[in-house]
């Protein structure tokens, strides 16, 4: 019984050390099998210097076949030594490409990126030059007019190696004696190269490149220097807008730039405000004569006339005893109310409510409302006196009297027109098509120099000149 307690009590433990002792092997082999990285391991690092490199030179590629697809026959350099610059800002400009970030995603410099194509003798020499933020670098490419080029010029081919396709033998006896010893070979004498030159220079032709002649120091080689063409500064570029019409020729010579900017939308004019004119008739007074009247000095007068309906008029002097004042009414309609002699109405604004939202009907007109006082003085069935005549029947307590200028008012209809804005003036817009132009003049055309002098003369070659493969006898 102790001992069947006993193994019961065991077998929990060496299951638990059983379990620890597999854990530990497998872990060691998980160390062992797995390919943990080693510290300075820059694989990485590797790879994404690998990518930056890819983008840089795929955008410097991207300028290269850009500017060769620019530079047609009229682009081209004229005169050897001749160059042209074409900036990326210039090629964005005229839509030559579009424009590219660099590795971090930062656009180029468009001012500092740029591409030069320089005329030799034989061939043009274009280097293309990228900078994308601290990052810059250039590379050269040859151009000529190939007989595989599809356009005006093109890359230049690099010529292929031709591998034998037959195998090549190998000896059978390599075993080849060899020198004990390597012999000196040492001329008695050693002679003067004898010149190959034509010592004739009227039949010596020259060369675009020509090769270092042989010395020979009894006659004078002659030398040749190609000086470029001297332009003055470049105008400021000036902006035109043009139409297809006016057949506007782009593209660049030596002396004249015409680029095209291609389209914009900008505002063309301007639509005029619009406006809604109003016709209102209505009675107004009119001034038709004047007379001279005595009156009190104390009182304002006026001199009214009406037609009667026995043909003649009634005329009637009425002393003012109250001025105009505002009653506090107001009238809104098509048509003014008729003024009197007490009562008048005067305009105050348009009120659109009743038009709606087309404006089919007219407006309503405001008016207020004013009132005066009035006195007659004096009246009569026949018409006023004449200028210059006086009335004397007027009856009034006063203290003091005089003659007075009178206006004699008659009551008219009179149109008047009101102008109301209904739609302020607003900007047209529209695609508009622009170019711009600058200009230079040649200084000095250029031109090619020529002197004779010994062989080898290093101050001539320092300063450009080259050999013409001419000479003569000194």
């Given at each position: 019984?102790y001992?069947?307690?006993?193994?019961k009590?065991?077998?929990p433990?060496?299951d638990f050390?059983?379990?620890?002792?597999?854990?530990?092997?497998?872990?060691?082999?998980?160390?062992?099998?797995v390919?943990?990285?080693?510290?300075?391991n820059?694989?990485?690092?590797?790879?994404?210097?690998?990518?930056?490199?890819q983008?840089?030179?795929?955008n410097?590629?991207?300028?290269?076949?850009?500017a060769?697809?620019?530079?047609?026959?009229e682009r081209?350099?004229?005169?050897v030594?001749?160059?042209?610059?074409?900036?990326?800002?210039?090629?964005?400009?005229?839509?030559?490409?579009?424009?590219?970030?660099?590795?971090?995603?930062?656009?180029?410099d468009?001012?500092?990126?740029?591409?030069?194509l320089?005329k030799?003798?034989?061939?043009?020499i274009?280097?293309?030059?990228?900078k994308?933020?601290?990052?810059?670098d250039?590379?050269?490419?040859?151009?000529g007019?190939y007989?595989?080029?599809d356009?005006?010029?093109?890359?230049?081919?690099?010529?292929?190696t031709?591998?034998?396709?037959?195998?090549?033998p190998?000896?059978?006896?390599t075993?080849r004696?060899?020198?004990?010893n390597?012999?000196?070979?040492?001329?008695?004498?050693s002679?003067?190269?004898?010149?190959?030159?034509?010592?004739?220079?009227?039949?010596?032709?020259?060369?675009t490149?020509?090769?270092?002649?042989s010395?020979?120091?009894?006659?004078?080689?002659?030398?040749?220097?190609?000086n470029?063409t001297?332009?003055?500064?470049w105008?400021?570029?000036?902006?035109y807008t043009?139409?297809d019409s006016?057949?506007?020729?782009?593209?660049?010579?030596?002396?004249k730039?015409?680029?095209?900017?291609?389209?914009?939308?900008?505002?063309t004019?301007?639509?005029?405000?619009?406006?809604?004119?109003?016709?209102i008739?209505?009675?107004e007074?009119?001034v038709?004569?004047?007379?001279?009247?005595?009156?009190?000095?104390?009182?304002?007068?006026?001199?009214?006339?009406?037609n009667?309906?026995?043909g003649?008029?009634?005329s009637s002097?009425?002393?003012?005893?109250?001025d105009?004042?505002?009653?506090g009414?107001?009238?809104?309609?098509?048509?003014?109310?008729?003024?009197?002699?007490?009562?008048r109405?005067?305009?105050?604004?348009?009120d659109?409510?009743?038009?709606?939202?087309?404006?089919?009907?007219?407006?309503?007109?405001?008016?207020?409302q004013?009132?005066?006082?009035?006195?007659?003085?004096?009246?009569g069935?026949?018409?006023?006196?004449?200028q210059?005549?006086?009335?004397?029947d007027?009856?009034?307590?006063?203290?003091?009297?005089?003659?007075?200028?009178?206006?004699?008012?008659?009551?008219?209809?009179r149109?008047?027109?009101?102008?109301?804005?209904?739609?302020?003036?607003?900007?047209?817009?529209?695609?508009?098509?622009?170019?711009?132009?600058?200009?230079r003049?040649?200084?000095?055309?250029?031109?090619?120099?020529?002197t004779?002098?010994?062989?080898?003369?290093?101050?001539?070659?320092?300063n450009?000149y080259?050999?013409?493969?001419?000479t003569?006898?000194?």
């Open positions: 019984m001992t069947e307690e006993n193994e009590r065991g077998f433990l060496r050390l059983l379990k620890l002792i597999l854990i530990i092997v497998f872990v060691l082999l998980l160390v062992w099998l390919p943990w990285p080693k510290a300075g820059n694989s990485n690092n590797n790879d994404f210097a690998s990518l930056k490199a983008i840089f030179n795929s410097l590629q991207t300028m290269k076949e850009a060769i697809s620019y530079f047609t026959t081209l350099p004229v005169n030594g001749d160059k042209k610059t074409l900036t990326l800002q210039e090629m964005l400009d005229m839509k030559l490409l579009v424009p590219f970030v660099d590795k971090d995603g930062k656009s180029c468009v001012i500092n990126s740029y591409v030069t320089e030799a003798e034989n061939e043009y274009m280097k293309v030059n990228l994308c933020s601290t990052e810059e250039y590379i050269i490419v040859h151009l007019c007989s595989y080029c356009g005006a010029i093109c890359e230049k081919k690099t010529e292929p031709v591998k034998p396709t037959g195998n090549k190998r000896p059978t006896n075993n004696p060899q020198p004990t390597n012999p000196t070979l040492k001329p008695t004498n002679p003067s190269p004898t010149p190959t030159i034509n010592p004739s220079p009227t039949n010596s032709p020259s060369p490149n020509s090769p270092s002649p010395p020979d120091v009894n006659k004078e080689y002659q030398y040749k220097k190609y470029n001297v332009y003055s500064a105008t400021d570029w000036k902006t043009y139409k006016d057949n506007i020729k782009f593209g660049s010579t030596a002396t730039e015409v680029v095209d900017l291609g389209q914009k939308y900008v505002q004019g301007t639509k005029a405000a619009e406006y809604q004119y109003y016709a008739s209505r009675i007074e009119e038709v004569d004047k007379v001279n009247y005595r009156v009190c000095t104390n009182w304002k007068y006026i001199v009214t006339r009406s009667t309906t026995s003649g008029s009634s002097i009425k002393r003012v005893v109250s105009w004042h505002d009653t009414k107001t009238y809104a309609g098509y048509n003014v109310p008729n003024d009197t002699e007490t009562t109405w005067v305009y105050v604004g348009i659109y409510k009743v038009c709606g939202n087309t404006c089919t009907n007219h407006p309503y007109i405001i008016w207020k004013q009132t005066r006082t009035l006195q007659t003085v004096s009246t069935t026949s018409s006023l006196p004449t210059g005549s006086t009335i004397t007027v009856t009034a307590q006063c203290t003091n009297y005089e003659t007075r200028s009178l206006d004699v008012v008659l009551q008219r209809t149109t008047k027109t009101y102008k109301e804005k209904i739609a302020d003036a607003k900007p047209i817009y529209g695609y508009v098509k622009f170019y711009k132009v600058r200009a003049q040649i200084v000095q055309a250029g031109y090619t120099q020529y004779w002098s010994s062989y080898n003369d290093t101050k001539l070659l320092s450009g080259q050999y013409t493969g001419k003569r006898n000194k």
